[in-house]
């Protein structure tokens, strides 16, 4: 059977934040830190989140980072619903309340659905790509809330002759890469994954004894390693980095040739069907039967012996074939994971 390959996909990229102003007016520059004072914790507590997701292969797992990220943001959520307005402007008070808002839905509801669709993800191509879109979505829900927060921020700066320095902190720059080293790896991996799922095709065919899904299964296999090469090729590494193309390349190697196998597995299953047949037919006759139907039963016998030792031997070293590269591109991107994403926290 074919062994499903572990991914993180999480992409939550967080928007680089400001950081600290100066301004003519004192208390346009309360204002306007009383409007950000919560930003730095948030930004801590998403980034651990997406980290620990990062380490950990699953978003199930790492559900007490999710919760403290949450919890975070709703009391930001809080203080900002009750931010009184400057001097008769309710723009920034609205602009923050409403980013706020939009950080608590994203990461209450739409990672709530995520992590429910990676329950399901490795089913199909299809779930595989709804679940990475998914996800694609809800970070641009939060960068699209932050933008607006961001230009209104920034309007009232103007207006009110403040400085804005910007944000040039660690986990500013963090969340920078790991939104860049997410993006990287769902790319990879989806490009990938076609091939995956149409692997899983095959092997499920072989197992029904369906000799003519088996021969649709090996094309469409066929098809998908060819159209991801080169898109593996044009993706190219990360930071030259190629480790991650290279655990995929060798997969892919393996899939080609694993369908160039194909016929092993349909001589055995069209030999095993011929034999089954015939021994039916020698049963109702209690064994017996004509010379010719005799010598037709012992070749049967002969034919299914010899191909069931190639079916056997030819399975055994696919198998093992497969698991030594599917454990190579699991530790392989742990690895890249690890390297590329630093642990927060």
């Known amino acids: 059977m074919s062994i499903l390959l572990k991914r993180i996909a999480l992409a939550v990229t967080l928007s680089a934040w400001l950081t600290s102003v100066s301004a003519q007016s004192d ?9 950000t004072a919560s930003e730095h914790q948030i930004t801590s507590e998403m980034l651990g989140y997406i980290s620990a997701v990062a380490h950990s292969k699953s978003a199930k797992k790492v559900s007490k980072e999710r919760s403290e990220a949450i919890a975070a943001i709703s009391a ?3 203080k900002a619903s009750h931010l009184p307005d400057f001097e008769g402007d309710s723009a920034m008070r609205v602009a923050s309340y409403e980013y706020f808002n939009v950080c608590y839905v994203v990461m209450k509801e739409d990672y709530g659905k995520i992590m429910d669709l990676e329950e399901i993800a490795d089913q199909s191509y299809d779930n595989m790509e709804a679940y990475i879109k ?5 970070n641009d829900k939060e960068s699209e809330a932050f933008d607006k927060f961001d230009r209104e921020l920034r309007a009232f700066a103007a207006k ?4 804005i320095n910007e944000d040039n902190s660690k986990e500013g720059q963090q969340a920078k890469i790991a939104g860049q080293v997410t993006k990287y790896t769902n790319n990879v ?6 091939c995956e799922s149409n692997e899983k095709h095959l092997m499920e065919a072989i197992d029904k004894k369906d000799v003519n899904g088996i021969e649709q299964s090996k094309g469409a296999l066929v098809k998908s390693c060819q ?3 080169p898109k593996l090729q044009d993706i190219g590494g990360y ?3 190629l480790t991650m193309i290279d655990a995929c390349k060798k997969l892919i190697a393996f899939y080609k040739s694993e369908a160039d196998k194909t016929p092993v597995m349909t001589d055995y299953i069209i030999k095993n069907d011929n034999f089954q047949k015939l021994k039916t037919a020698m049963d109702k006759k209690g064994g017996g039967g004509s010379q010719d139907e005799v010598n ?3 070749q049967a016998v002969n034919d299914i012996n010899a191909s069931v030792n190639t079916y056997n031997k030819t399975n055994n070293e696919l198998n093992q074939n497969r698991a030594k590269l599917v454990d190579n591109y699991n530790n392989t991107h742990q690895a890249f994971m690890a390297k590329h994403i630093p642990r927060h926290k």
């Open 134 to 138: 998914a996800q694609e979505l809800a």
């Open 227 to 229: 159209e991801a090469l």
């Open 27 to 35: 208390k346009a520059w309360e204002y306007v830190n009383r409007v």
């Open 160 to 163: 009110h002759n403040i400085t």
């Open 189 to 194: 991996f989806l490009t990938f994954y076609k």
């Open 296 to 298: 037709k039963f012992n």
């Open 76 to 78: 930001a959520r809080a």
């Open 239 to 241: 930071e030259s980095d």
